[in-house]
């Protein structure tokens, strides 16, 4: 029998948007199961928490296992991402590509990790065109200043978005 061919979708996800969703989509499509990473990474200073993160990706992600036939796994990590991707034995390291900015990176991210461990293989994806533009980090952006951010997250990811800017506000009063 051939051998189980699972699939990491490592990332941030501060939070999941529509752009993660399609290609987590793809992605489920290419392999017999895939782990969802989502980073600690604590040196991007996340505006929501590790488990926050986690169970809003879990949620999202749920009616996709379920539509594609295929099992998604969503766990936190923490640790270089070769590491974990040998310890949850992922052969296969799916990265979105947006624009030509994500390029660079995405290039030398995935060549020193093809140095690091040569049996894993980091395939790129491109998301439906209406989705490429969104980025987490845009929609914190335009939620801060009022705007209307339901066309780039789910619902439920779009009020965790407004009760944290609340609650923020709380503290201090931003502008
Ligand atoms: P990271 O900090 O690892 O870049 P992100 O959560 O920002 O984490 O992104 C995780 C992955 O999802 C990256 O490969 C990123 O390019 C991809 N991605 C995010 N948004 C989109 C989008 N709108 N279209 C395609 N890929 C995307």
Same mark, same amino acid.
């Given at each position: 029998?051939?051998?189980?061919r699972?699939?990491?979708?490592?990332?941030t996800?501060?939070p999941?948007?529509?752009?993660h969703i399609?290609?987590?989509?793809r992605?489920a499509k290419?392999?017999?199961?895939?782990?969802i990473g989502?980073?600690a990474n604590?040196?991007?200073?996340?505006l929501?928490s590790?488990d926050?993160r986690?169970n809003?990706?879990?949620a999202?992600?749920?009616?996709?296992a379920?539509?594609?036939?295929?099992?998604i796994?969503?766990?936190?990590f923490?640790d270089?991402?070769?590491?974990? @991707?040998?310890r949850i034995?992922?052969?296969?390291?799916v990265r =979105?590509? !947006? /624009?030509?900015?994500?390029?660079e990176?995405e290039f030398?991210?995935?060549?020193?990790?093809a140095?690091?461990?040569?049996?894993v293989?980091?395939?790129?994806?491109?998301?439906?065109?209406?989705?490429?533009?969104?980025a987490s980090r845009?929609?914190?952006e335009?939620?801060?200043?009022?705007?209307?951010?339901d066309?780039?997250?789910?619902p439920r990811v779009?009020? @965790?978005i407004?009760?944290k800017?609340?609650a923020?506000?709380? =503290?201090? !009063? /931003?502008?």
């Amino acid at each position: 029998m051939a051998e189980e061919r699972v699939g990491l979708y490592p990332g941030t996800f501060d939070p999941i948007t529509y752009g993660h969703i399609d290609i987590t989509r793809r992605a489920a499509k290419l392999v017999d199961r895939l782990v969802i990473g989502v980073a600690a990474n604590a040196s991007k200073a996340p505006l929501f928490s590790l488990d926050e993160r986690v169970n809003m990706v879990r949620a999202e992600t749920r009616a996709v296992a379920e539509q594609e036939g295929v099992g998604i796994e969503v766990q936190p990590f923490d640790d270089l991402l070769m590491r974990y @991707a040998e310890r949850i034995g992922a052969r296969i390291i799916v990265r =979105g590509l !947006r /624009a030509v900015s994500d390029f660079e990176y995405e290039f030398q991210m995935a060549g020193m990790n093809a140095v690091l461990n040569p049996k894993v293989e980091t395939v790129f994806l491109m998301a439906d065109a209406k989705y490429q533009p969104i980025a987490s980090r845009l929609v914190k952006e335009i939620a801060a200043y009022g705007g209307n951010i339901d066309s780039f997250i789910p619902p439920r990811v779009a009020q @965790a978005i407004q009760n944290k800017i609340m609650a923020e506000r709380g =503290g201090y !009063r /931003a502008g």
